[in-house]
């Protein structure tokens, strides 16, 4: 089983490598802009921290410390604009940001971070079954993993300071308010298995 989701950006994003470079204190991986880990990991948090799902649930679907994830994330393909809704196609670029003293609202000294961020239209990735999950429990799974990229609303670094702004939408299946409904009762009958 696969399931397909669509991003739509909504400004620039950052995924950093931890690495500075020429002139930046932060880059961004040129071949791998969007990591299946970092897509993973803000789906967990809208499971867990959004959606309050169940840990048993969230553990049975992510994977935990001591059980890998059924579920396989794949690196996110992005795509530049192409329609005129003012994005260049993958456009990499530096962005500075500084801290300001509460006490003379002056510049900090050595307070001075500059980090690249790319500007996409849209991506795509996929979430592929390839551990046993019990026939029973396959929509419980599909429905938390579909509500959790439904639920993300930001992803990457810096996306409490306005960064990473998302909407993912599943392409596996018609999204439509009777699909929502759909999934909470799914998501609601959750308690009772994992």
């Keep these: ?21 020429d002139g930046t204190d932060s880059v961004i991986d040129r ?8 897509i993973k990991g803000v789906m967990r948090s809208a499971a867990r921290d959004l959606l309050k799902l169940p840990p048993p649930l969230v553990e049975a679907v992510f994977g935990a410390a001591w059980q890998p994830s059924p ?9 530049g604009d192409g329609d005129g809704a003012g994005f260049e196609p993958l456009r990499v670029r530096a962005r500075a ?14 307070a001075l ?19 046993p999950v019990p026939v029973a429990d396959l929509p419980r799974h599909e429905a ?19 960064l990473g702004w998302v909407s993912i939408t599943p392409l596996h299946t018609t ?3 009777a699909s929502a409904d759909h999934l909470v009762d799914l998501l609601h009958g959750s308690e009772e298995s994992s």
């Design 113 to 131: 971070a500059v980090g690249e961020e790319i500007l996409a239209h849209r991506a795509t990735f996929t979430v592929r079954r390839n551990g």
């Design 97 to 110: 940001r500084i801290q300001i003293s509460e006490l003379t609202h002056t510049a900090v000294a050595g």
């Design 1 to 21: 089983m696969t399931l397909t989701f669509e991003i739509g950006f909504h400004g620039p994003f950052r995924v950093a490598t931890g690495r500075a470079g």
């Design 71 to 79: 579920w396989s994330w794949s690196d996110a393909t992005l795509s």
């Design 144 to 162: 938390v993993l579909t509500a959790s990229a439904r639920a993300v609303t930001a992803l990457g670094g810096d996306r409490r300071r306005g």
């Design 31 to 38: 071949e791998v802009p969007l990591p299946a880990s970092s």
């Design 175 to 177: 999204w439509t308010a």
